[in-house]
Each structure stands twice: as structure tokens, then as C-alpha cells.
């Protein structure tokens, strides 16, 4: 009676451990997207739970998932200077035609 407990219970964490090595396998490109932090996590998670019960798209989601990571573009903003009373210095608004500061007309191209 023991004995047979015992059995089913190890028999049961067996069952468990070999469902979570499963569940771990299937999820494995999500798993490594979650880990290398890629930019499409979201997809692979999707591919793979969708369709990660074929082997195409399991496939697919771990290729997502390893691909190198898409350099950080750094949008530099060309910002033209802000034009600037050439009187006084103060920051002038685009298309604003006076000076707020000392009245000076906004001079063409300032
Ligand atoms: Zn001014």
C-alpha cells in the first residue's frame, strides 16, 4: 500500500516534470526572445503559441526569436537653430514678427 503510493506519487512528479519539460521545450522560442530581450517578443510569443504545435511554426517563432537584434537607429534631429532677436538675444517663435523682449523687428533668416 505504501509502496504503491509511493510509486503513484513519483509516478505523478515524473508526469509533472515531464509535462513542464514539454511546456518548456514548446515555449522555448519565447523563452529565448523573453531572454536575449529582441525587439519582437510579442510575435514570437504569438507564433509560438499558435502555432508552435507544428513544427514549421515553432520553427519560425525560434529563427524570430535568435535573429540579431535590429541596430538601434539614433534619429538625430536636425533642428535648425531657433531664431533669435538680434538685438536682445531673446528666442523668437517661428513667425513671430516682433521681438516679445525689446519690440525689434524680426529681422529675415534670425
Ligand atoms: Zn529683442
Do not use: D, E
Not at 514548446?26 to 514570437?44: D, E, H, M
Not at 499558435?50 to 524570430?64: E, K, N, P, T
Amino acid at each position: 500500500m505504501l509502496i504503491a503510493a509511493a510509486a503513484t506519487g513519483a509516478g505523478a512528479v515524473i508526469g509533472i516534470i515531464g509535462v513542464l519539460v514539454i511546456a518548456a521545450l514548446y515555449f522555448l522560442p519565447t523563452i529565448v526572445a523573453t531572454s536575449r530581450k529582441v525587439t519582437n517578443t510579442g510575435s514570437v510569443f504569438v507564433i509560438n503559441l499558435l502555432l508552435g504545435w507544428s513544427v514549421i511554426g515553432w520553427v519560425v517563432a525560434l529563427a524570430m526569436a535568435v535573429k540579431s537584434k535590429t541596430p538601434q537607429v539614433v534619429v538625430m534631429t536636425s533642428s535648425t537653430p531657433l531664431p533669435a532677436c538680434a538685438k536682445c538675444g531673446v528666442g523668437l517663435t517661428p513667425g513671430q514678427q516682433f521681438c516679445s523682449n525689446c519690440g525689434a523687428a524680426r529681422l529675415i533668416n534670425n
